[in-house]
């Protein structure tokens, strides 16, 4: 990819109008990400506990 000015880039490379729109757009992937991680805590947590409440039913 090559930008207006000349310069050759050889990987993926995004590209803001200023750093501040850089910076919203990361902190916009960061919350996103937590949200992520959150969700996928709550969804192992939830079958963890599934998993003790048969086996205890199990052993009743």
């Known amino acids: 990819m090559t930008d207006p000015n000349g310069n050759v880039f050889h990987q993926s490379t995004i ?3 200023s750093h501040q ?3 919203r757009y990361a902190q916009k992937f960061i919350d996103w990400y ?3 991680e959150v969700r996928h ?5 939830a079958v963890s506990g599934m998993r003790l409440y048969s086996e205890a039913a199990a052993q009743d």
């Open 41 to 45: 805590q709550d969804r192992d947590d």
């Open 34 to 36: 937590i949200k992520l």
């Open 21 to 23: 729109s850089a910076r």
């Open 15 to 17: 590209c803001w109008q």
